[in-house]
């Protein structure tokens, strides 16, 4: 499995596809936070924002080989485990990509509730946009590998469908996704640092159980 990973790593660093994601985000971040805003609300802007990115390096990760390559690796190693590894890849993407931007989000944010009047720890902080921030890049990945090969063969109806799922997974109630932000922003209201492990905890079962139903899925089917 780690010489798949390998595989999977280098085909992605080589490919440059992860480009166009990472400047989304960066665009994002750049639009939705700067410096001196309260903490909490930085870093729920800074989750949300990174699921669609997780799920487009999803994407990115399953779709990055040409079709006599996939059956290549496909034929050595076994169709679910070459799927299991771009998923792998593209969550791990993902993760260091929110990690590294909540650390850079708490370091230049004001360590304040969202009225400016109650101190906020800046350590707890972190570490709750850090939960928040992998509750959103496992649900991302769950979208990702629900709405792209083998669950969805069509270009036209994949990429929507990955947006709107995006979208959805952000904002309707019960989202683990949406748990995870709205209590950050929640908390900056009150000047309370809230941990969303349940969301956390919750995101993991479902992108296990995606990724396991997208790699049953892929032995069954032929690219």
């Known amino acids: ?23 989304l985000y960066a665009v994002f971040l750049g639009i939705g936070v700067s410096s001196g805003q309260p903490v909490l609300d930085s870093l729920g ?70 009225d400016h009047q109650t101190r906020v720890p800046r350590l707890p902080a972190g570490a709750a946009g850090l939960f928040a921030t992998l509750a959103c890049a496992l649900l991302g990945t769950a979208v990702g590998a629900l709405t792209t090969w083998p669950m969805l063969r069509s270009t036209g109806r994949a990429v929507p469908t990955m947006l709107l799922a995006a979208l959805l997974s952000v904002v309707v109630t019960g989202s683990p996704a949406q ?12 000047g309370t640092v809230p941990m969303p492990l349940l969301p956390l905890a919750a995101a993991a079962l479902l992108a296990a159980a995606a990724i396991a139903v997208a790699c049953a899925l892929t032995s069954r089917r032929s690219p």
């Open 1 to 23: 499995m780690t010489a798949l990973l390998s595989y999977q790593t280098a085909l992605l660093a080589r490919s440059q596809r992860w480009l166009p994601p990472f400047i």
């Open 45 to 114: 802007y800074t989750a949300a924002a990174l699921l669609p990115v997780a799920a487009w390096l999803v994407r990115i990760c399953v779709t990055n080989e040409p079709p006599a390559a996939r059956s290549c690796v496909s034929a050595a190693v076994g169709p679910g485990r070459a799927h299991l590894a771009a998923l792998l890849i593209a969550l791990t993407a993902a993760a260091v990509l929110g990690s590294l931007a909540t650390l850079v989000v708490t370091l230049i944010s004001d360590p304040v509730s969202a």
């Open 179 to 190: 748990a995870a932000v709205s209590g950050l922003v929640t908390g900056s209201r009150s």
